[in-house]
């Protein structure tokens, strides 16, 4: 039975939706001074990549996928081999913001969003699947989640000399 | 006085024995070591040289002159008899504006000499640099202007680093030099040509080089305009001879002769009622706001309304900048101690924040909404973008949002703050149980176990928690001491390095520290007379340990823990590249104890934390009683901040305890 062409037309108005709804809140960081050099390109296949500046003066690449309706902070913490105790404890971080000892502040709902790390060669990205068509709750998580691990998992563990070799912070 | 050296108590020491002189028992020692022959010959010819003066080892003593002429009747100048000195017009004005204190080294001599005369409490140290950080040490735990001096030239040039250091905390610090006569300007006449102006024309607020000498007495006044108004900074003032040498029969040959009230004013700008209007609306709206209360909160004496304001709308309080304890630690509002909650505030106000952090330096969450109080509209949105601006001073800023916020109780979050204490507390106790066990594994007394052993001692023991004056500077130390030390009260803790991050002026900070206790100046007035304590590492010892001597000759009591880890702070560094490590480490377990006794103090020498609190308390006892100061030299390695030995050196949060940037 050939799809209804009705039904193909509102994907599609629901996809541009949610492009605009990603790229205006990702915008909304920038206008406000969190995100510096910020760039929006769409490669017109159903994705879009948002480029800027963000912490620890690093250059991060969000790309927005509709029709896996996932946020990836691509290749954000490189040199991390697979299945080391960094890429273990890391796992287990991102894992435990959607526990229900979080606040619900500060949890990520699991019904609602979906976290992964994805370790390729050493290059772990931070993918985040958006259920129920919520995509401000997957961005305003997806960002605070990279904050968290950047100011949190990064700075509390034994990874400062990481960060020296991978960020080009000063040992001080 | 007759003083001997202190005892140590520690079995490791080889002391002399009882009754037998240093010099003997090292005779004694070399021949019976069977020492070679030639230098066994000269060492018996020194010896024998020591023996014909007749006299056994001469102890360090406080010669009668330094108590005698440290309380001996102020002789201000006067327009009376022979006229005053622009250097006496200078002091006059200095005393009338309260300076509080002067820490120097000889040189500029007719200022500090008239300043001295003038009835203002004046100590003369070792070194230029060290004298220069023990002002900024008074002043950032007082809130009153201290001033500090050197000679021309190399004095002057001896102060930068710490004048550099008081630019960035936003110290208003008086800086005062001599310079050549304007008379031999350009001509290397004698010694000690210097342009001062343009060096510190990055790292001051205001500054003069004073060539006219009638005008002395006006640009006193600039000066103090300058160093009791809005953002504080240090004041820089250099006198030709010509200027401080002139002399004046009369106030009709100074220009603009006026008072204080008639130069400057006590007016401070106050914020626009519909911008705390505003404010109150946006606190209203967060369910989890912060106060982060800068040194400008300290400084212009807001810490009561800070706690009014705070406790009306249940608003937590975390601290920052180069000195704690406007917010009490123990107060159930209290977030400097609570890093998990930072990452929950939905609102923060920024109040005498001077050094802004950038995004991603205060760990908020990048949602949060910003407010900025601040006096000079110039600084609003630097660095951190925000939702409303409010150009005002501190106090009336706090005493407005005070009287405008309604009661309001955030049981939810201050039940979050309280988790995050505990929890902060909870890895404390882990990290306190590692350290046990590295101690235990190694000999060597571990940086957590010396931190516990110091906030023990501190709070829980003896000594009310709210009394002890502690400066932490250092740097692999100072990560553990941030984590352990409390501030209770205004004035407690001062954070030595910060932002600009010197290395090394700790032992001057502490003697600051310690002579505002010893006079009771401002919030330290309940604790006058107490022990001081100072923290730094062996890195910085090598900056500033000669004012040991200092603080032994005024009998400015402090107690100096060396955190001894044979090395500076950053030797990773120079392990991960070729032919490098060498420039990072030291010679290993230096007695930096031995040092301290051979200037006049007492000397502990510790490898165990028991050994360590035992120290403290020998320590703590002779300070208390006899004026005596102390330098316990821990001795620890290096590689306790390797993963290693976890957790290494932790990574502390900001702004909170942890904080030393802003």
């Not at chain 2, 550099?164 to 001599?178: D, E, G, I, K, Q």
């Not at chain 2, 006569?181 to 010694?191: A, C, F, K, P, Y």
């Not at chain 2, 209290?334 to 005498?352: E, K, R, Y």
């Given at each position: 039975m050939d799809k209804d062409p009705a039904e193909g037309g509102r994907e599609h108005e629901l996809a541009t939706k949610a492009s605009k709804i990603v790229s205006d809140r990702l915008k909304a960081y920038a206008d406000r001074?969190?995100?510096?050099?910020?760039?929006?390109?769409?490669?017109?296949?159903?994705?879009?990549?948002?480029?800027?500046?963000?912490?620890?003066?690093?250059?991060?690449?969000?790309?927005?996928?509709?029709?896996?309706?996932?946020?990836t902070f691509k290749d954000l913490l490189p040199n991390i081999p697979a299945r080391s105790s960094m890429d273990k404890e890391l796992r287990a971080f991102v894992a435990a913001r959607s526990s229900e000892a979080l606040p619900e502040h500060r949890?990520?709902?699991?019904?609602?969003?979906?976290?992964?790390?994805?370790?390729?060669?050493?290059?772990?990205?931070?993918?985040?699947k958006v259920k129920k068509g919520e995509f401000a709750y997957g961005v305003q998580k997806a960002v605070n989640l990279i904050n968290e691990i950047m100011l949190g998992f990064l700075v509390d563990g034994p990874y400062y000399e990481y960060m020296i070799e991978n960020f080009d912070i000063g040992e001080e | 006085m007759k003083r001997t050296n202190g005892k140590t108590g520690n079995e490791k020491e080889t002391s002399a024995p009882q009754g037998v002189s240093r010099r003997e028992f090292l005779k004694q020692s070399a021949l019976g070591a069977g020492v070679a022959a030639v230098a066994l010959g000269s060492a018996k010819t020194a010896l024998a040289a020591d023996d014909a003066k007749g006299s056994d080892e001469l102890e360090i003593r406080i010669p009668e002159e330094i108590p005698r002429t440290q309380t001996e009747p102020a002789k201000p100048g006067s327009f009376e008899d022979n006229g005053m000195t622009g250097a006496q017009v200078f002091a006059r004005a200095c005393r009338e504006e309260g300076l509080a204190a002067l820490f120097c080294c000889p040189g500029n001599y007719t200022i500090i000499n008239a300043i001295a005369a003038e009835g203002i409490p004046s100590f003369g140290g070792r070194t230029e640099d060290a004298m220069c950080a023990a002002a900024d040490g008074f002043i950032r735990l007082t809130g009153e202007i201290a001033a500090t001096s050197g000679t021309e030239g190399p004095g002057?040039?001896?102060?930068?680093?710490?004048?550099?250091?008081?630019?960035?905390?936003?110290?208003?610090?008086?800086?005062?030099?001599?310079?050549?006569?304007?008379?031999?300007?350009?001509?290397?006449?004698?010694?000690?040509?210097?342009?001062?102006?343009?060096?510190?024309?990055?790292?001051?607020?205001?500054?003069?080089?004073?060539?006219?000498?009638?005008?002395v007495h006006e640009y006193a006044g600039y000066a103090f305009r300058a160093l009791k108004t809005g953002v504080p900074g240090p004041v820089h003032l250099d006198f030709p001879g010509e200027v401080a040498s002139a002399r004046f029969k009369d106030a009709s040959e100074l220009t603009m002769y006026w008072d204080k009230t008639k130069y400057r004013t006590e007016s401070v700008p106050n914020p626009a009622p519909k911008e705390i209007t505003a404010a109150v609306d946006m606190i209203q709206k967060a369910e989890r706001p912060m106060i982060v209360?800068?040194?400008?909160?300290?400084?212009?004496?807001?810490?009561?309304?800070?706690?009014?304001?705070?406790?009306?709308?249940?608003?937590?309080?975390?601290?920052?900048?180069?000195?704690?304890?406007?917010?009490?630690?123990?107060?159930?509002?209290?977030?400097?101690?609570?890093?998990?909650?930072?990452?929950?505030?939905?609102?923060?106000?920024?109040?005498?924040?001077?050094?802004?952090?950038?995004?991603?330096?205060?760990?908020?969450?990048?949602?949060?909404?910003?407010?900025?109080?601040?006096?000079?509209?110039?600084?609003?949105g630097r660095n951190w973008p925000l939702d409303l601006g409010i150009v005002s001073e501190e106090k009336v800023a706090l005493e407005a949002l005070a009287d405008a916020l309604p009661q309001r109780s955030r049981d939810a979050w201050t039940a979050e703050l309280a988790a995050a204490r505990k929890s902060f507390e909870d890895q404390n106790d882990e990290y306190y149980q590692l350290g046990l066990k590295h101690s235990a594994d190694t000999g060597l007394i571990h940086p957590a176990c010396i931190a516990r052993g110091l906030s023990d001692f501190l709070y829980k023991g003896d000594i009310p928690k709210e009394q002890?004056?502690?400066?932490?500077?250092?740097?692999?130390?100072?990560?553990?001491?941030?984590?352990?030390?409390?501030?209770?009260?205004?004035?407690?803790?001062?954070?030595?390095?910060?932002?600009?991050?010197?290395?090394?002026?700790d032992f001057g900070y502490t003697f600051g520290a310690g002579a505002a206790v010893q006079m009771g100046v401002g919030p330290q007035a309940p604790y006058k007379g107490a022990p001081v304590f100072g923290f730094t590492g062996d890195a910085g010892a090598g900056y500033s340990i000669m004012e040991m001597d200092t603080m032994s000759k005024y009998k400015i009591p402090a107690i100096m823990i060396v955190y001894n880890n044979n090395a500076w702070g950053v030797w990773g560094s120079g392990s991960r590249t070729a032919r490098s490590q060498h420039m990072y480490l030291f010679q290993e377990n230096i007695r930096y104890d031995k040092i301290a006794e051979g200037l006049g103090a007492r000397g502990e020498y510790v490898t165990?934390?028991?050994?360590?609190?035992?120290?403290?308390?020998?320590?703590?006892?002779?300070?208390?009683?006899?004026?005596?100061?102390t330098l316990i030299n821990c001795q620890s390695k290096k590689e306790f901040t390797t993963r290693q030995y976890p957790p290494g050196t932790p990574r502390n949060a900001s702004p909170g305890v942890g904080a030393y940037s802003h």
């Open positions: 001074g969190i995100f510096r050099s910020y760039n929006a390109e769409s490669s017109g296949n159903g994705k879009a990549t948002f480029k800027f500046v963000w912490l620890n003066d690093a250059a991060m690449r969000l790309v927005f996928d509709e029709k896996q309706k996932s946020l949890r990520s709902d699991a019904k609602r969003a979906e976290v992964k790390c994805v370790n390729r060669g050493g290059n772990v990205s931070i993918v985040l | 002057f040039t001896n102060m930068i680093m710490q004048i550099s250091a008081a630019n960035a905390c936003r110290t208003p610090l008086l800086v005062l030099a001599s310079n050549v006569r304007l008379t031999n300007e350009d001509r290397e006449s004698g010694i000690q040509m210097q342009l001062q102006q343009p060096i510190t024309s990055v790292m001051k607020k205001w500054g003069k080089r004073l060539i006219t000498a009638n005008r209360a800068g040194s400008g909160v300290f400084y212009r004496k807001a810490w009561d309304a800070l706690k009014l304001a705070a406790e009306k709308n249940d608003i937590a309080v975390a601290e920052s900048g180069p000195c704690r304890g406007h917010f009490s630690d123990g107060h159930r509002l209290a977030a400097s101690t609570a890093p998990n909650a930072l990452m929950s505030v939905d609102l923060v106000i920024f109040i005498g924040q001077y050094s802004m952090p950038n995004v991603g330096e205060y760990r908020f969450n990048p949602d949060v909404k910003a407010i900025r109080i601040h006096p000079e509209a110039i600084d609003l002890s004056t502690f400066v932490q500077g250092g740097w692999t130390g100072s990560h553990w001491t941030r984590r352990y030390i409390r501030a209770y009260r205004p004035g407690q803790v001062l954070n030595g390095p910060y932002q600009y991050y010197s290395i090394g002026p165990s934390p028991e050994e360590f609190t035992a120290a403290l308390k020998r320590s703590y006892e002779v300070a208390s009683a006899d004026g005596v100061s």
